[in-house]
Every structure is written in structure tokens, then in C-alpha cells.
């Protein structure tokens, strides 16, 4: 702990080594100085008044029945260049385009990779997130991740640094979108030197998207739905949020059925037929005749539509062996392998603890590393060695020596920093970083994406179930960039 | 449209309604008892309480029961003895109380989940309306608030409800999903002013203007009456103008019309059962021999009541849960077909 909270070691977004404001802060920091004390409450003030009176929200499970609390959003937004994120977007679109030919050559190819040795077939044998049921299950484009999350961290030395990929059901694209439209109306003044780019056209680049992975079959007008478990789930806003913006049926599971390998919506008007969805229930709750037999949140019969190809489901089946943490140390040879290219964002320094030497060396080392399983995400699980007692550090070093494969340790990441406002004043905080990558016809990443900072002084986890907030992002372009996202 | 979503749809328009109504109903008893003997105040207040139908109230589980207070003759507001203060607190129970179903933050919340369900289908500011409505009503100084200032508290209420209909007018797009809104809004005012009618009947005799006045005060027709009918203090007036005015459009008639003109949009055969007993409803009112209705008016006012609540129950069944009786294989499946 000593050792972490020594102020060099941490890279400052905004402030550069010798305290001077970076260029591109320059003008959100003269901002932020003008202000009064009262006028940073009023605008908290306005800003929780507006995020309550949308019901702009998230939910907490546990405590009494899951609590409904408003989204923190951080007044003090995050600023990434024209330059910086022009490369960003090269190595998003790299990374996310490999992933795809990854999921793609396990699933209907010829699994090449593991036949040229290059990610281990033990490995994704025994990944919990590799489904069979996907085996030979085809996707339009081979877009498997047609949308995917991809976590980055800038280190101590401020070199971005991808922590994790998600590739299964990746949320929190609505309140990047939402974040944006509050700062427009609470700091208007703010936005008016720079040429911030628009992140409001995600529901169209989203159905586009998934659009151009329907059935060859169902001609040019597919029937496109939005699949949630229902209003009670953590994410439900979101999901009326994007079906909203695209403008298409938002369907529960007992609002379909599948007949003959067809799936249909009940309307008013009898069944209609549908031909992609974009679901956001866990591959397990999918279908109950071949995952979870219980699940009431599924479609019995979903998983043999797709076989037959009369559906399209985005994300696809299985893409947990995609982002299983083992896995994603892999990631960098899979770009050079597919690609043929150099990643172009490194990933952090990882240590596979079923290899006898890394885990030797770990396990010297733990009270140093975080340690992670390797398929869980929200947070969930993970230890930080500096950070934790004695106690945790032997269950830990037990839980790894029981079950090897599913333990990941990584060195801590000291997340960059940057203020936030902390009741009477800005302090900083640390940040991480969640673009999101569509696939499809062509590869995009929304400019900017979800910054999450954790609001506790010193603490690195940023999850919002955790004590985590959130800061718009602002991706400057140069004019004619800001053109363009205006006009596509 | 999602069969689901059109029956939200249609209890988030009876919800609505039903709070909107209970408010205005309240409100015009309250006024009424004002300056009334307490005894008289009582009855009006249990007539209410009948016309709401929450003589046996529904009260929610673990929720302090309400039935007790809220029967024909409550033993709390007979032997109490501010009695003036206890017609206060039952008005404040239809109001304020999460725990009776019916009453008007009951029916605000229903309507309220019932759009959450929707937020999809629905304009952002008809969702933030009711949204800052509600959480009004469950803030935790709600109840003292209209206890202390009931008809201002009313007023607001009325006023909220007022404005969510003017969103719904002026932003929902005339599709399936408005249609079933319109639906479910007209079908519960039909019942409630049918209720209305029945409770308040036999109270006006003809002498009193009070009587008469809180009667369509309650359904906001005063004003509307006193121009078709010149004040006439005659029951049999003030029934003919609730139930079967062509312009009132809280008169039953009125509302079965705009019913029946939704149902017959949404429909894609040409009689189907909601429609026709929709029809039949319709035409025997219209048609009807007032003198011969109004002589048999306790009858005929609950045969119009099954009626209307027989054609939610068909507007379900044809709608809602009609997607068993399709066959898959059929040409009931068309690909790109709008919704």
C-alpha cells in the first residue's frame, strides 16, 4: 500500500510532470477554475434532479430487494486527443478483428490456431466460456462479436494497456450517450472551443450492424429485435435505451417462440417473424433445451434456429472463450498470427498460472499481483495483493493450487489519474477506459467511450456496483473529423 | 405491435384513468363536506367509497389492512369523534395509501411500471413525466402534505395527470400503442362514470343543488351541465347528460364511441368479439327510450357495467393472448410485416 501511493508513480491525465495542465485540458481546466464552490453544487444538484426524473439508473443486487439509485456521472469529463485516439482506433479495430477470426476458426473453421500450436487446445477445452453447442454455427460476415467492450488502463508510464475484452454482452454504451447529452445541457460554455465528436449515432451504426448479419433468406428488410431478461435486470435501461435508438421491438423471451425452426414475436396481429436479435441474456439462460433447463428468461428452440440459420443472434453463442483471461494473453499472438501485424495496444503483464513456472513465481509473489478468475467480469473475484490481509492472500494461494486454470495474476496496473470532484473540492481519482468496437460489414469504434473512476480516494476498482462513477468523454477531432461524425 | 407491450399498454391508460378519476372524485366529496354536519360528510364519503367500488378494499400483503376503515360502515369514522377529520383521513387513504389498490399513488405506480415495460415504445418526456410525478407522490412528506393542504395537494395531482394526457396528445404517434391507451383510458372512464351514476342517484332529489353538483363535479361536468341543461336540478337530467351526452367526453356513451373507434382500427377482422359487444353496448344506449331506462336505471346502469367490464375481458382475449390460436406454418407469419 505504501509503496502504491507515492504520487510519481501514477500518471496524471491532466497535469504533466512538471504540474503544468497538458495542451489538450487546457481549456476544461480554465473552465473548472472559474467556478464558485455553490456553482459546482448547483450543477451536481441539476445533474442528479435530471438523471432522477429520467429514472436514468442502475441496480444494486443485495441489500433489500436491489436498490434503484441514480448514475454517478463525474462532472469533470475526460479528454483524449485527435492523435491519441486515432491510434486508440487502430488498435481497437486490430484487436477486435482478430478476436473475430479467433471465435471464427473455433467454431466453424479449422481450429488452424491450435493446430499451428499457437494458443494451446488445452486451453480452450477446459475454457468455461467455450460453448459446443456453437460448434459449427455460422454467423453472416463471421461478425461473432458484433459488439464488444475493450477495457483499457494507461500505466504508470502512460501507455494505454488493454486490461480485459468482452466479448459476451458488453454494457454501458447508454450511459456514454446519456452522459454526453447531460454535460451539453449542464456545461454548454464548456463545449463551445472544443470540437468534441458526437457519440449520438450509435443506435444507427448499432442496426446496421446488425442488420448486415441477417439471413441471407429474409430479403432486404430484416426484422430486427432487442432481447432483455426484463425490466428487473441491472441493465434493463439500457436495453429500452438501445432499442429505442434503433427503433425496434424490445422482446422478453415469453414474448417469442420458435416453431420448425422459425422464431416469431407475439403481436397483437398473431406471430411475425424475426431474423436477428440482439440478445442480451447470458449464453446459459438462452435456451432452456440446451443450456440452463430451468431458465424461464429463454426461448426453448433458439439454439437450433441459429444451427438452421433462419436466425441471426448477436453476440454469438460462446464468445466467453474469447474473453476468458487465460485466453486474452493470447491476444497479442493471434494479432500477429490472423493479421500478420504488430498489436498495436499492448496488453497488461500477464502470468498463467497453470504454466508450473509463472505459477511458481506468482505464488513468491502474490502480496505484489492481482489475481483474477479468469471467467468472471463486473469485478467480481479478484484479489490486489498490496491491498489485501493475510487471510485473503492464503484463500487466495489455496483457490489458485486447487484450480490453476482459473486463476490469472497480473502486476498492478496503477490506473492513471484524474480529478474528480470530492464533496468540497476536486481531487484525483483513478480511471479506466471502455470503448465499444462494432462489427459487421466494417469494424467501428464509438469515438471515446465509458470512463469509470473510482470515487474512494486511493481505490482502484471502478465497477458502478463497487463505489464506482462514471465522466463523459471527449474525443477531439480535428474539423474536418467533427464533419464527418456529424454527417455519417 | 408486441401483444405484451399493447397490453401495458392498455393498463397504463386504466391506471391513468382510474387515478386521474379517483383524484377529481375526492376532491369534489372533500368540497362537498365542508361545510356539511359531520354525520352528512360521513355519507357522502362512504358513498364514495361505493362508487370506487372499495367497500371490501384490496389491500396489498404486509400492508396494514385498510378494509376495515374502508367497509359501508366503518366502525373508526362512526364512533370517532373529530368526525370531520376522519372523512379527511379516509381521502387521504384513496390518495396517498401504496397499500389500497385503487388508490391514486396504487394506480400511479402501476401505470408507471407498466411504462417502464414500455420505455421503448413511448416518448423520453411522457417516461420522465409520469417518472417525476410518481416519485413526488412517494416522497416521504406526501401524505402530511395533503392532509394539511388537500386541495392544493389535488389540484396537483389533477393538474400532473392532466399534463401526462397532454404528452400522450401532442408526442405519441397515432400507431397501435396510443390506440391501446385511448382504449383502456375510455373503457375505465366509461366505468367510472357508469359507478358514478349509480352511487349518485338516488342522493339527488331534485331539491338539492349540493347534491347535484358534487355528482358532476366528480366527472369535472358541472360547468359542461349547466350549459346543456340550464342548472335543472332534475336527477333524471343529470343522468341523461352523464350517460348519454353526445359531446360530454366523460359521458358514457362518449367513451364507448371512442372505444369502439379503437378497436375497430386495431382489428384486423371485421366483427371481432371485443368489437361487436363494443356495438351492441354502444347502439342499445344511444337508442335507448330514456324514459323506459332511466325507470329501470339500477338495472340497466349494472348491466352497462358488465358490459364494459365483459369487453375489457374480450379486448384481452383478442389481443393479447390470441398468438396460441395462429398456426406457425400458416401465412400468419409475414416476413417485414409492420407492426
Known sequence: MAAMSGAASFFDEAVDEQGRTRAHYRPVQEWFDRLTLEQVRALEEQRNESFRRQGITFTVYGGDEGTERTWPMDLFP????????????????????????????????????????????????????????????????????????????RDADGAYRVLEDNLRS????????????AMTKLLPAAFADLAVRSVDHYGRSLLRALRSIAPPACGDDPTVVVLTPG?????????????????????????????????????????ERVDVIYRRIDDHFLDPVVFNPTSTLGVPGLMAAARAGTVSLANSVGNGVGDDKAVYAYVPDMIRYYLGEAPIIPNADTYLLWEDDQRAEVLERLDQLVVKPVAESGGYGIVIGPKATDAELAEARDKILDDPRNWIAQEVVNLSRL?????????????????????????????????????????????????????????????????????? | MLARHAEDMFWAGRYLERAEDTARMVRATLLSTVAEPPAQAIDRMQNLIRTLRLEVATPIEDVESLAEDLTPSPPMLRSAAGLGIDVQAAATRLVA???????????????????????????????????????????????????????????????????????????????????????????????????????????????????????????????????????????????????LDDSFPRSVLYCLRLSESQVEALAQDAKPPPLRRLGQLRSGLEYADFTILVA?????????????????????????????????????????AST
Open chain 1, 78 to 153: 475526460r479528454v483524449i486527443d485527435a492523435e491519441e485516439w486515432a491510434m486508440l482506433e487502430r488498435g481497437l479495430i486490430q484487436r477486435v478483428t482478430a478476436l473475430n477470426r479467433f471465435l471464427d476458426d473455433i467454431y466453424t473453421g479449422e481450429q488452424a490456431i491450435l493446430h499451428d500450436g499457437i494458443v494451446p487446445r488445452r486451453l480452450i477445452t477446459s475454457c468455461t466460456g467455450f460453448e459446443r453447442e456453437a460448434m459449427n454455427v455460422a454467423v453472416p460476415l463471421g461478425a461473432r462479436c458484433l459488439v464488444a467492450g475493450i477495457d483499457l488502463v
Open chain 1, 170 to 181: 458488453p454494457s454501458g454504451i447508454s450511459y456514454v450517450i446519456e452522459n454526453r447529452a
Open chain 1, 231 to 271: 425490466i428487473f435486470n441491472s441493465a434493463y435501461f439500457e436495453h429500452a435505451f438501445l432499442a429505442r435508438s434503433m427503433g425496434v421491438e424490445l422482446v422478453e423471451g415469453r414474448d417469442l417462440v420458435v416453431d420448425d425452426h422459425v422464431v416469431a414475436m407475439r403481436t397483437t396481429r398473431g406471430l
Open chain 1, 419 to 488: 480529478p474528480a470532484w470530492a464533496g468540497d473540492h476536486f481531487a484525483p481519482r483513478h480511471i479506466d477506459l471502455r470503448p465499444f468496437v462494432l462489427s459487421g460489414e466494417q469494424t467501428e469504434v464509438i469515438p471515446g467511450g465509458l470512463t469509470r473512476v473510482a470515487l474512494r480516494e486511493g481505490s482502484l476498482i471502478v465497477n458502478s456496483s463497487q463505489g464506482g462513477g462514471s465522466k463523459d468523454t471527449w474525443v477531439l477531432g480535428s474539423p474536418d473529423q467533427s464533419n464527418q461524425a456529424s454527417q455519417s
Open chain 2, 97 to 243: 395509501s401504496s397499500g389500497l389498490a385503487g388508490s391514486v399513488v396504487f394506480c400511479i405506480g402501476r401505470a408507471r411500471e407498466n411504462f417502464r415495460s414500455l420505455r421503448d415504445q413511448i416518448p423520453s418526456e411522457l417516461w420522465e413525466q409520469i417518472n417525476q410525478f410518481y416519485l413526488r407522490l412517494r416522497q416521504a412528506d406526501f401524505a402530511a402534505t395533503l392532509e394539511h393542504d388537500p386541495f392544493q395537494t389535488l389540484d396537483f395531482i389533477q393538474v400532473s395527470c392532466q399534463t401526462l394526457n397532454g404528452v400522450i396528445e401532442t408526442s405519441m404517434a397515432r400507431g397501435q400503442g396510443y390506440r391501446f391507451l385511448v382504449l383502456g383510458q375510455n373503457l375505465e372512464r366509461a366505468l367510472m362514470t357508469c359507478r358514478l351514476v349509480q352511487s349518485r342517484y338516488p342522493e339527488m332529489d331534485g331539491s338539492s343543488y349540493d347534491e347535484m353538483a358534487l355528482t358532476l363535479r366528480s366527472v369535472s361536468a358541472l360547468e359542461a351541465y349547466q350549459r346543456a341543461y340550464q342548472s335543472s336540478p332534475l336527477a333524471a337530467d343529470v343522468a341523461r347528460f352523464l350517460l
Open chain 2, 296 to 336: 329501470d336505471l339500477p338495472n340497466q346502469l349494472a348491466m352497462l357495467e358488465s358490459g364494459v367490464r365483459e369487453t375489457a375481458e374480450l379486448v384481452g382475449d383478442y389481443f393479447f393472448r390470441n398468438a396460441e390460436v395462429f398456426d406457425l406454418h400458416s401465412q400468419a407469419i409475414s416476413p417485414g
